[in-house]
């Protein structure tokens, strides 16, 4: 019987600690839906660039004939520092005719 009482006692007890606490955080829904797949993946801008010439379907998605892909001729040029490509600019293009508008020069 005392044992009973105690669990009673002490059961409101608990419901009320735990309305207490913090609402947990809802952690952000993953690049897949929360489908369960690989965890999404922060791509550099010459990546997310690149990504964003092939779903639009730019050729400039696909490699060189010497073999260079669309990531390396992006970071070669960045690296360059004699002209942009604008990587960010890219990755939001909606047209392919629009590439132009995201390669700037660099002024000596």
Known sequence: MKLVLAVLMFA????ACGA???T??????PADGG???APSVVLEPCERACQ????VGC???EPTEEG??????????QD?????LEPECVAKLLRCEDLDGCVSTATP
């Open 52 to 55: 964003r010439l092939a779903e």
């Open 20 to 22: 207490c606490r913090e």
């Open 35 to 37: 489908a369960g797949g």
């Open 68 to 77: 260079a892909s669309c990531v390396d001729v992006c970071r070669n040029v």
């Open 24 to 29: 947990p955080v809802t952690p952000p829904v």
């Open 12 to 15: 409101p007890v608990v419901m």
């Open 80 to 84: 360059s520092e004699a002209v942009s």
């Open 59 to 61: 050729p400039e998605a």
